[in-house]
């Protein structure tokens, strides 16, 4: 390996060093969760609120679909701070669930910011809840 | 020499092997829900007088009932929180009720006998979200003005584990009060603004019954054994209600059943002398099983409930009904093995 073919080298490792480093500084104090689970099942083995699940999972899967939407983070405060709440109209039961996290917005930029969402779901009687996104507004970055 | 090892390994690996098998056959267990326990206690040791099988239940909570259940840990969960077919679904599960029986509110007042204290939903909500936080509160005062009640502070307890009666508690405070449906919802686990976190129903009747100035909510049965205070609460028709057997059998009575998951909202219902916070205990178990000796037995004991419970105490309700009991035994067809083979023929 020649000299010069070397210092490229180096420069290319410190410069992805570099990145990796920035992007971790990024994120750096953002109040997001090390629970990454996605389905169901992991979302209820590690603890969250059964009644919310649901809708947590309903709300990946709508991410992960989603042309708007790169990524999804629940916070700590996901769980707890989640608002649930029933009603029956003539035999028929509404849930509605509303739910915090961060989301990642599927744009072009170099570095990715997490954005404050609002998840909320609407599940009709025994079916699948309807997932609906909303910003609430710009990341402090 | 080596025969002899050889033979005596042989014996030990059948020994364990039976002995495996035996354990397997003759213990199921269970976790979940803490507001079913006084009755489920007296169904296990009624069941195990009858049948050589020992039941082990584990009164966590709700919400632990479901993660075991879901992490196969137990044979069975049973839960106040109920889950809808979708989440059914996702989880492999079949659920079915099996008992009911009446949340009430408790309290440490001196010189308040049970029932004669007033509460409404909308008042007891601001007392947990801590906008009442003395008892001589003129919203109480005005309920109760033949109570000549004290300056002493409320003391809010609440549960801290995840929890069914909190999910069915909480569930009742969001559909009296604009406030709570607003601020804190329905849950098993809440953000709770004000008071003291207890585990279990048990935790709670515990500490109401130590503190004077204590409110709680319970299952009507521990308010019985601690000797607690009960209230009369308002019900969507207006009537101040007394919780006992009558007033919750006048809510459950109005469950229609038509859902596949069997999911019920009793609360806040209308109608005379009907108490507005009733709660279902639901059973779940997997619908595929590895073991299905185990099934069969968990199967058995339920069974055994469903046709020994037609009259039990403690203000529970069976789930007595011929045709909802068709049904839910018609249901335990779809479950199997692990080869995809019917559990019940």
Known sequence: ?141 | MINIQSSFAAVLFFSMMICQYTYAATEISGAGATFPLPILKQWISGYEENHSVKVSYLGLGSAEGIKRVTARTVDFAVTDIGLTKSELSQDDLLQFPLVAGGITPVINLPNVRAGEFKLTGKVLADIYLGKITFWDDSRIQSLNPSLLLTHLPIHVIHRKDGSGTTFTFSGYLSKVSDDWQKSLGMGSYLRWPVGEGQIGNEGIAKKVFELEGAIGYVEYLYAERFKLTTVSLQNKDGDFVIPNIDSFRRAFNQASWKRPSYYESLTNLPGSNSWPIVAISYVLIHRTNNDRLEIIKTLDFFDWIFSSSKSIDGGYISISDPTLLRRIKSSWKVLTDSKGNPVLK
């Open chain 1, 1 to 141: 390996m020649t000299k010069k073919k070397s210092l490229r080298l180096i420069t290319l490792s410190l410069f992805t060093c570099l990145t990796i480093f920035s992007q971790i500084v990024w994120s750096g104090g953002t109040p997001t969760t090390f629970r990454v689970s996605k389905d169901f099942k992991s979302l209820i083995i590690q603890g969250e609120r059964p009644e919310i699940v649901a809708c947590m999972t309903a709300t990946s899967r709508y991410v992960k679909k989603s042309l708007d939407y790169k990524e999804l983070r629940w916070l700590d405060s996901t769980s707890l701070s989640a608002i649930f709440n029933e009603n029956e109209n003539n035999g028929q039961l509404t849930r509605v669930i509303s739910l915090q996290a961060l989301a990642l917005l599927n744009t072009s930029n170099v570095f990715d910011s997490w954005i404050p969402i609002v998840i909320r779901c609407k599940q009709v009687d025994e079916g699948y809840p309807e997932v609906n996104l909303n910003v609430v507004g710009s990341s402090k970055w």
